[in-house]
C-alpha cells in the first residue's frame, strides 16, 4: 500500500522559514517523480515544485521560486520542502504527491497534507 | 503561470451529463497532450480521474471521459450522481516542464 505523510507544518511569521517533510512507503521512492501540491484554505490547487527520480532535477511555480527548495533523501525515502522568506499568501495546506511513473504527467497518490500558516 | 480557467460552478440533475471546461493556452493545454483531471471531496486530497486527456485510470467510473480541442480541454460527467458532487480540478504540464491547475468547478447535483 503506498503511504505518504507529510509533517513538519505549524505557524511561522512572515519571513520566517519552515521545512517540510514527506515520509513514503510502499512503493519504489527512489524511482519515482515527487510533488509538492498546495490549497490556500477554502482555495483551490496550486502546483508548487517537483523533483524527478534520483533528484536529477528540479522545477517551482514561479511564486516560490528562489525561496523554496525541494530535496529528496532516497535511503530514507523522504521527500522535503524547504521553505524560506515565507509570505502571508504562502498560508495553506501542503500536499506531498506521486507521479503515476517516473515521467508521468499525472499524480497518482496523494498525502492528507500538513498545515502551514504564515502570519504575525 | 496562470491558473487555468474553469468555470466556478455546473450543476445538473441527476442522470443528466455535465461538462467543465478548462482553457488554456498554447504553452499548455494547447500544446501537449498532458492534461489531467481530479475530484476532490470536501476535506479530502484529491483523486485523478483523467489522465493524458482521454485516459481513465483502473477503478474510474466510464461516466468520466476526457476530450481535447485547442486550447481547451473539457471533462464530461455522464449519468450524474449524487456522488458526483465535489470539486473538480484540471491540469496540465507546461512549456516550462512545470505543472498548473485548474480554478477548479464545484459540481452541484440538483
Known amino acids: 500500500e503506498v503511504l505518504l505523510v507529510e509533517s513538519g507544518g505549524g505557524v511561522v511569521q512572515p519571513g520566517g522559514s519552515l521545512r517540510l517533510s514527506c515520509a513514503a512507503s510502499g512503493f519504489r521512492f527512489d524511482d519515482s517523480t515527487m510533488h509538492w501540491v498546495r490549497q490556500s484554505p477554502g482555495k483551490g490547487l496550486e502546483w508548487v515544485s517537483l523533483i524527478t527520480r534520483h533528484g536529477v532535477t528540479t522545477y517551482y511555480a514561479d511564486s516560490v521560486k528562489g525561496r523554496f527548495t525541494i530535496y529528496r533523501d532516497d535511503s530514507k525515502n523522504s521527500l522535503s520542502l524547504q521553505m524560506n522568506s515565507l509570505r502571508t499568501e504562502d498560508t495553506a495546506l501542503y500536499y506531498c504527491a506521486k507521479a503515476e511513473t517516473y515521467d508521468s504527467s499525472w499524480i497518482d497518490f496523494w498525502g492528507q497534507g500538513t498545515l502551514v500558516t504564515v502570519s504575525s | 503561470q496562470s491558473a487555468l480557467t474553469q468555470p466556478a460552478s455546473v450543476s445538473g440533475s441527476p442522470g443528466q451529463s455535465i461538462t467543465i471546461s478548462c482553457t488554456g493556452t498554447s504553452s499548455d493545454v494547447g500544446g501537449y497532450n498532458y492534461v489531467s483531471w481530479y475530484q476532490q471531496y470536501a476535506g479530502k486530497a484529491p483523486k485523478v480521474l483523467i489522465y493524458e486527456v482521454t485516459d481513465r485510470p483502473s477503478g474510474v467510473s466510464d461516466r468520466f471521459s476526457g476530450a481535447k480541442s485547442g486550447n481547451t480541454a473539457s471533462l464530461t460527467i455522464s449519468g450524474l450522481q449524487a456522488e458526483d458532487e465535489a470539486d473538480y480540478y484540471c491540469?496540465?504540464?507546461?512549456?516550462?516542464?512545470?505543472?498548473?491547475f485548474g480554478t477548479g468547478t464545484k459540481v452541484t447535483v440538483l
Open positions: 491540469s496540465s504540464y507546461t512549456s516550462s516542464s512545470t505543472y498548473v
